[in-house]
């Protein structure tokens, strides 16, 4: 019973995963290949099927498996994501949310933004 569970979490994990980065493809403030690698990640727990089915795939797969064999972002990628960043952040300080809000998720963004760019390109 308990390995069930585990199984059902693993496999809703990734499907969930899967559906988010499936919504990034259409919606360009939501990214698409950290979705698919954590997808990856969840499938190898409990969806081996799946799993290899994101590596191979013709598009996304060598992203997966240059995170996975390196942990390696293309500078491309790294721009992209920085530049949405800032400009989620100016627009996010130009709204009129609560100031924690226009004070947190800037910086949270940042510290994502060094990390990622702490990262190789190759």
Do not use: N
């Amino acid at each position: 019973m308990k390995y069930s569970l585990v199984l059902i979490f693993w496999r809703a994990l990734a499907l969930s995963c899967v559906a988010l980065g499936l919504a990034g493809i259409v919606l360009p403030i939501l990214p698409t290949v950290p979705f698919l690698i954590a997808a990856a990640w969840a499938g190898g727990k409990g969806w081996p099927r799946l799993e290899q089915w994101l590596l191979e795939h013709p598009r996304h797969g060598p992203a997966i498996r240059r995170w996975r064999d390196h942990r390696a972002v293309p500078r491309r990628a790294k721009v992209f994501a920085v530049v949405m960043m800032t400009l989620s952040s100016v627009m996010l300080l130009l709204s009129a949310v609560a100031l924690w809000l226009k004070v947190l998720v800037p910086a949270v963004m940042l510290v994502v933004g060094v990390w990622l760019c702490r990262h190789p390109e190759r």
